[in-house]
């Protein structure tokens, strides 16, 4: 987990992206969802999303709480 945690922060833009890229998805998404009717992402994707979204807002917390 620290490799992991390391390797995200060593690229400069790697954790915005790994933060807001799945929720633009999300956001795009519920827009298909609400005008189309249709799925954009199955449900294996949208797992490894939140999966990602989940791991990224705990570093985050982590971080936060470590500055504190």
């Not at 954009?40 to 971080?63: D, S």
Request: aromatic share 20%.
């Amino acid at each position: 987990m620290q490799n992991l945690e390391e390797f995200i922060y060593s690229v400069k833009y790697l954790p915005a992206i790994l933060y807001f890229g799945p929720v633009g998805l999300f956001g795009y998404d519920i827009y298909c969802n609400v005008t189309n009717e249709t799925e954009f992402l199955n449900v294996y994707t949208e797992t490894t999303l939140i999966t990602i979204f989940c791991l990224i807002t705990f570093l985050g917390v982590k971080k936060y709480q470590k500055k504190s």
